[in-house]
């Protein structure tokens, strides 16, 4: 038992140690301006990402990524559900969709702009309208392929209304939809960055954009260890999530799989 | 009923134009922020007369057919080679875990200082995106491959290479598909950005120029260009994955319902 603990363990930590080091080692004695050596990039760690640069530019990208996040899975969800449950409805705004989804969605930010101007409202607009899409269309897809027994059994004991939106509609497209909000979720981060790279006053992607200006060449470094860092850190708190929200369903496929 | 879908998406369409013609007219938006439909169709009729329209969107082209194609490779090779190899899988699978959530955007200060706005600074977030695309897919493609299959192949005294063929390509095929899909929609996406941004030749740098220089109708213009690029992408995609997997269950399965 502790044996296998401690080999899965090492399968974990082995590799990026290995990494580390060929980083640490290979950079040590850089004199190149770009790459400096890692020591000195951890060295500038704490010195840039201080707890007031927290405050003033983490807490606020964070914010608004979360704001643009929510916002685009309330929008998301709700017009997804309306759109999936009539097929007419689904017919006639698919061609529309399928044009909005593959515009890029950092495009948006200059058009977001002439509106919202270069304020948080800018940034939060420009996140919710590129992340809208996939979860929008997932929400339609998942709509669509609820059971119609179910559907049909539903309605014979009078299930109705907001009951069969959240029990069954919803429930069996939640598959669909986390899907939607993980491909969501790389895309709110992009735009969050990028949003912040062309205007902004604080914000990770603006410092980050400062520092290499003004050819803080560690200080950048640690700019790109931080977003990883951020990156990194939000997609488990979503995996976190998924595994609460959607254990029925990762429990159901398990046994289905393993007669 | 296919007819009927048709008809309908086309209204749909229609009426999403019109929207976009009336909302300015009738003065519910500013038509400096938002011009009229026609505005943009004559700005767009403008610009492709234009050499240097043509000539962007050669070079955004060659960013994301060339950054596609070096994620695509490696992806692959990379996918198989951590799974064939006993124990890689396991020793990898927390690094790349680590690695696939860091937005590539991260890396734009880094392309710019390497390699300022040359094509390779586009490539280098275009490739690092998409790389993960194919590689997890791979991944997962390699992980279904049949167990019975796989010994009764090795039983046969089937070779590492030919198993790689003749067993493990065609399950894992479907899903490499699938991942050149997703890669080829980030890709541009990468690419567009990675203009817009960093100022590298391109559709991008050409939005910005717009926006800058406040030419409103040629900025919607070149988004809609990107639009339908990206709807081309995305239809080209599924046109390739349909033709390399028709033998396949799924694709089969389609034709004949």
């Not at chain 1, 500038?44 to 685009?72: K, N």
């Not at chain 1, 062309?198 to 470094?221: E, H, K, L, Y």
């Amino acid at each position: 038992m502790i044996g296998r603990f401690l080999a899965q363990l090492f399968f974990v930590v082995a590799l990026p140690v290995v990494l580390v080091a060929a980083w640490w080692a290979a950079s040590d004695g850089s004199t190149d301006p770009f790459w400096p050596p890692l020591r000195t990039i951890l060295d500038t760690f704490p010195d840039v990402w201080t707890a007031d640069r927290l405050r003033t530019d983490v807490v606020p990208s964070i914010l608004r990524l979360l704001g643009g996040y929510a916002l685009a899975a309330v929008v998301g969800v709700a017009l997804g559900t309306v759109i999936g449950s009539y097929r007419r409805v689904r017919a006639v705004c698919e061609p529309v969709l399928e044009f909005l989804r593959a515009v890029p969605p950092p495009v948006l930010v200059p058009v977001i702009m002439l509106f919202a101007g270069i304020g948080d409202t800018m940034k939060i607009v420009v996140i919710a309208s590129g992340c809208v899409w996939p979860i929008l269309l997932n929400t339609v897809e998942g709509v669509r392929a609820v059971d119609s027994v179910m559907l049909e059994t539903a309605r014979s004991y009078g299930v109705a209304g907001i009951a069969r939106l959240r029990h069954l509609v919803l429930r069996s497209a939640s598959p669909q939809i986390f899907a939607g909000l993980r491909q969501a979720l790389s895309i709110g981060i992009i735009l969050m960055v990028i949003s912040e790279m062309f205007t902004a006053n604080n914000g990770i992607g603006f410092t980050v954009v400062q520092f290499q200006r003004s050819f803080a060449i560690p200080d950048m470094w640690t700019g790109i260890l931080v977003l990883g860092l951020l990156g990194f850190l939000l997609s488990a708190v979503f995996r976190l999530v998924e595994r609460r929200v959607l254990g029925w369903y990762h429990g159901l496929r398990a046994t289905t799989r393993r007669p | 009923m296919r007819g009927e879908n048709v008809a309908l998406g086309a209204a749909g369409l229609a009426a999403f134009l019109a929207l976009g013609e009336a909302v300015p007219r009738l003065g519910l938006v500013k038509e400096a922020y938002f011009p009229p439909t026609s505005r943009i169709a004559e700005a767009l009729a403008d610009e492709v007369g234009d050499a240097a329209f043509w000539s962007a969107l050669g070079d955004t082209l060659t960013g994301w057919a060339l950054g596609l194609a070096i994620a695509v490779c490696a992806g692959v090779v990379a996918g198989v080679v951590v799974s064939v190899v006993p124990y890689l899988r396991e020793a990898t699978a927390s690094t790349i875990e680590f690695l696939r959530p860091i937005p590539s955007v991260a890396l734009i200060p880094l392309a710019v200082l390497l390699y300022g706005t040359e094509l390779k600074s586009v490539l280098l977030l275009v490739v690092y995106a998409s790389f993960w695309q194919v590689l997890i897919q791979t991944l997962y493609g390699v992980q279904d491959v049949d167990p019975v299959a796989e010994e009764t192949a090795r039983s046969y005294g089937l070779g590492t290479w030919a198993r790689v063929r003749h067993v493990l390509w065609p399950t894992a095929l479907p899903y490499v598909m699938t991942g050149v899909r997703l890669a080829a929609a980030v890709a541009l996406i990468l690419a567009i950005t990675a203009e817009l941004v960093i100022g590298a030749p391109g559709l991008g740098r050409q939005i910005a120029v717009a926006q800058t220089s406040q030419a409103v109708p040629e900025m919607y213009a070149l988004i809609v260009v990107a639009g339908l690029l990206g709807l081309l992408i995305n239809i080209g995609a599924r046109t390739v994955e349909r033709r390399a997997l028709a033998w396949h269950q799924s694709v089969r399965g389609e034709v004949a319902v």
